[in-house]
């Protein structure tokens, strides 16, 4: 019995994006795909062009060059199905922050004009859990609830397609927990959603990561493929002053990176020999043990992102 | 003992380290302030320029004390005498003969709707009445809805007119020379009897309260949306531009609406200006230069980056609607030049929508050239703020 799968719908399939600033390339051929339903998690330096990409994604900014398609439709000519169906979450909080929790939901759903707005907002709000609260204005919120408020008001029309820019930065732990929670509860009913991010936990709750760097997609798969794909060797260091050796280590030839994590020390580089070769000289040092370890998602990013940086032109 | 000298003697030390500190963390303050300011180069521009400009602008557009102003006449009595009077009237300089019409009702017309700011009327039996020694008289009809401009003209008519005669009446006429009031000039002040200037301000005022709320008002409400970042999830959002501007514009038509009840009120309780002409034709007029400083007042917000540059820009477009639409100073005071910029300002336009139909009870027909000049300009600045404002964030 042939087992074809059929091929995976996908969300969003776009092509060698282009984006200018005057002189400045921003995105420079950028290319992804996402299939539907799937969290893909958006890495990458300050000022790699995630918020372009984002932006051009939605139907805010037009593309310099090159094509795709969002939910089937045409990047640039069908931007207003595009809308409608997506939902954007800006970086920084976009809602009205003086309108109340509730009036900002309701602006949001008629808009959308959306159809039995007072039962989507009421549910909306228990969803959340701020019912008590949604006569309080939205600016009254702190960091944490503000981006689930404006979570909540993404998702109120529900899109096909959730498009978040950092939506956790600021946010502390339990309330980013609480976000990512939600997030996988969207793409559970099917949503996808793709979601820049700076923090590395939040990168492995993703399905897939798409790194980025000076405007060019630089790695993609999920975090193990991304982790078997780098070939970086890594060391970890313990024992008294083994954190101190950072600094030692840090410019050494095969190595990419060293840093202390409290007590212990981090070093990864991409040649298993020529890393060895440097922290030999404190391989002698008894108190300390070195034991080989697996890099980390942080390590082959940053590993990336001085690759770029290399590869970037005037760098 | 001890510790009190050594007190007073810390002290100027403790003092001048104190006052040092302060300097330097002034300084520091100043100069971050200065760095900030030359980054807003727009507002830069504005400090320096505007008031340059507004000096010039205002200086050589401003007369308080306006010559040639539109006359018609009608003389019914053609002799070398009406000759003489008219002849009088025109070298003051204050008027300029630029109507002739054949009734009193076309005088009337051309009063009310504002083509001429004095209508001379000579009566037939104006020169029989003078040879006569009889009292003959000179009628005068002056728009004194503006007092400062309908004031000096007439002052200086009667002394003219008398001067010139008296070189006109020699031979069997010398009698007449010693006589002062061989000519009585009968001058009617039109519209402000008592040359009331409260009379002309009150109206002008709705003008000047209008587009100063009004342009300020909307072109806050944009940038607003920019500046807290709120655009971005606006646009991302499906509305259409024209949407977001009639959305953003209509709740301002409303308070400008109260606005326009309340002055109209606070006039008649208080200063006793009455409505002469049609009450829905104001309105007309009313709403009509209410939503073109609405449209003026979007434009500026797709112009401007932040509050304070549109802020700045709407006291641009205050400034002259104060001064050259002929609220402060008689419009014709001004030379051609800056007439033809009051004419691009839609204050003055319901300027003289507002003083024609309160004060001279002026018809449709009368204002009518005011309202279309108001709807074109409705049509240009909403094209250009449609056209500004964009759907994406290029």
């Not at chain 1, 096909?160 to 939506?167: A, F, I, Q, S, Y």
């Not at chain 2, 939503?291 to 709407?314: D, E, H, P, R, Y």
Request: proline fraction near 5%.
């Amino acid at each position: 019995m042939p087992v074809a799968p059929p091929s995976p719908t996908l969300a969003i399939d776009v092509h060698d994006l282009v984006k200018r600033y005057g002189p400045r390339t921003v995105v420079d051929g950028f290319s992804l795909a996402v299939e539907q339903g799937r969290i893909c998690g958006f890495l990458g330096p300050n000022g790699s062009g995630k918020t372009t990409t984002l932006r051009m994604i939605c139907g805010l900014l037009t593309p310099d060059g090159g094509s795709g398609t969002c939910l089937g439709h045409d990047l640039v000519r069908d931007r207003e199905a595009i809308k409608r169906q997506t939902g954007y979450m800006t970086q920084k909080f976009g809602l009205y922050e003086d309108l109340t929790i509730r009036e900002n939901l309701e602006f949001v759903g008629r808009v959308y004009g959306l159809d039995r707005l007072k039962q989507r907002v009421d549910q909306s709000l228990e969803r959340l859990g701020l019912t008590t609260r949604q006569s309080q204005l939205a600016g009254a919120l702190s960091g944490g609830w503000k981006q689930r408020l404006a979570l909540a008001a993404c998702v109120l029309h529900e899109p096909k397609l959730l498009l978040l820019d950092e939506p956790t930065a600021g946010v502390d732990p339990k309330a980013r927990r609480a976000f990512w929670d939600e997030i996988h509860a969207y793409a559970a009913s099917g949503i996808t959603v793709l979601v820049s991010t700076h923090y590395m936990d939040e990168a492995e709750r993703c399905h897939e990561i798409a790194y980025i760097a000076y405007g060019e997609l630089m790695a993609r798969g999920t975090a193990a493929d991304i982790v078997r794909q780098s070939n970086l060797s890594a060391f970890i260091a313990t024992g008294p002053g083994a954190d101190r050796l950072a600094v030692k280590l840090r410019d050494a030839p095969g190595v990419s990176a060293a840093a202390a994590f409290g007590a212990t020390l981090h070093v990864c580089g991409p040649d298993r020999a020529a890393l060895e070769r440097a922290i030999a000289p404190y391989r002698v040092d008894p108190n300390i043990v070195w034991l080989e370890a697996e890099p980390t998602l942080e390590d082959i990013f940053i590993h990336l992102m001085g690759q770029a940086h290399d590869n970037a032109p005037g760098a | 003992m001890i510790m009190a000298r050594m007190i007073m003697a810390r002290l100027p030390i403790a003092r001048l380290t104190m006052g040092r500190g302060f300097l330097r963390r002034l300084g520091a303050v100043i100069m971050k302030e200065v760095l900030q300011l030359r980054r807003d180069r727009l507002t830069f521009a504005m400090m320096f320029g505007m008031p340059i400009m507004q000096l010039l602008l205002f200086g050589y557009a401003i007369d308080t004390d306006p010559h040639r102003l539109p006359t018609a006449v009608i003389a019914a009595d053609q002799s070398q005498i009406t000759r003489t009077v008219l002849s009088a009237l025109a070298n003051t300089g204050y008027m300029s003969f630029t109507h002739r019409p054949t009734s009193e009702e076309e005088a009337n017309a051309l009063l009310q709707r504002g083509e001429v700011q004095f209508v001379v009327t000579i009566p037939s039996d104006f020169t029989r009445r003078l040879v006569r020694g009889e009292r003959a008289q000179i009628l005068i009809d002056a728009d004194a809805t503006d007092p400062l401009a309908a004031a000096n003209p007439l002052a200086a008519a009667g002394p003219a007119i008398n001067q010139a005669l008296a070189r006109d009446f020699i031979g069997p006429l010398a009698g007449l020379r010693n006589k002062a009031d061989a000519v009585e000039l009968v001058v009617q002040r039109r519209y402000n009897p008592e040359g009331k200037a409260r009379l002309n301000i009150v109206p002008g005022l709705l003008a000047v309260i209008l587009t100063m709320t009004m342009v300020m008002m909307t072109a806050l409400a944009v940038t607003r949306e920019r500046e807290r970042g709120t655009m971005e999830n606006l646009l991302a959002m499906p509305v259409r531009p024209i949407e977001v501007m009639i959305g953003k514009i209509a709740p301002y038509i409303v308070i400008g609406s109260v606005q326009v009840v309340v002055i109209l009120l606070v006039s008649r309780l208080l200063f006793d200006v009455t409505i002469e002409g049609s009450v829905t034709l104001l309105s007309i007029g009313t709403a009509l230069f209410i939503t073109v400083n609405l449209a003026i007042g979007f434009t500026i917000s797709t112009l401007t980056q932040n509050q304070l540059q549109a802020m700045q820009a709407s006291f641009f477009m205050m400034l002259p609607s104060i001064l050259l639409s002929g609220f402060m100073f008689p419009f014709r005071g001004m030379p051609v030049w800056a007439q033809w910029i009051g004419e691009a300002l839609p204050a003055t336009h319901f300027m003289r929508i507002v003083r024609g139909v309160m004060l001279k009870g002026a018809d449709l027909g009368a204002v009518s050239g005011e309202l279309v000049a108001l709807v074109a300009m409705l049509l240009i600045v909403s094209t250009l703020a449609i056209s500004r404002y964009k759907v994406t964030l290029d």
